[in-house]
DNA sequence: TATTGTTATACTCTATAACTATA
DNA sequence: TATAGTTATAGAGTATAACAATA
């Protein structure tokens, strides 16, 4: 059982790890979206995926994911997989482009970390990522079913916060 | 020394974990500006800092700090102490106000957070905490001083890549 | 009537470039 | 002339709401 003080402190590191998130993301090669390169490591990793699967593992809107996937499948990265027992919906698919765009990016960004990880064990780095794994699975636990991203109203919308105004 | 398929590796599950920091981050109360409590969460931690050192440490752009601490000085949750060596810039400081305005966002996310890590270890926890910032640590060794973020153009711009261009 | 996905619109965060004021 | 910071502008990425098609 996690105290709150723990959990803050966490925060923080996170927060402080986030940068190198996103220091790693503007290593993408110009002209490569860099959102729609996380969308084609899903698919990559977990197979075909419907436009709602995608929203709720990477935890964005289903608008979003639709209109990235528009995208990919102009630049002929991913193609649409009619679903024969739902007109309604189709599973995405990575194509062999597709694979390649994705698999060139990520042995770049997979090296540049290495180098970053000169003076770490490669025990200590598989630390750091299996808890990272678990991370991502107790927090897929701890939301309800439903709760996931946005979609679905969260709850009557507090009451505005006493926050200072604006002048 | 890491291979680099243990970076793609992991490069995988620093993905997966921004999820995690994204959900975080909508967490925070309406009408509070998400990049601000971070922003507020650096000075409080590292105590008074410049406008440049700020944009090192998040490693954005000089331009956005300037713009986010503009805001939170109208908001009352930073104040600007003259720099008496350098006219040219000056010192930011939390007020009381903006140090019960990070403290409560923490303790929110931070409670959240412990939450979802109920069947963790206190000790798990920690090491994950301890892998994190050494991420950032070699992070920061990693890069050249003045490598940093953007500002100061990094290369001559690479020519065109050859992505499929657009119809 | 509910669900899946799309589109239109707006907001947040960010970078680039041009500018100012000190140094 | 170089540096610290600001402002104007543009581009990602995202959420919200309204909509279409299918279930």
Redesign the pocket.
Known sequence: MASDAVGAELLVRLGEAGAVI?AMR?ELPPGC????VTLLAALDRRGDL????LAEI?????????????ELVVRGWVERMP?P??????YLRLTPQGRQVMRESTDRLGARLAAMLDDWTDEEIATLGRLLARLRTSFDAGRAPGDH???A?RAPAPPAPPVPSLP
Request: aromatic letters at 0%.
């Open positions: 996103k503007r979206p860099r959102s729609g419907r436009v709602g699967e990477l935890d964005v809107d289903q608008s979003v994911i639709s209109r990235h996937v528009t679903n027992r739902d007109g309604r919906s189709s991203a946005p979609r109203p």
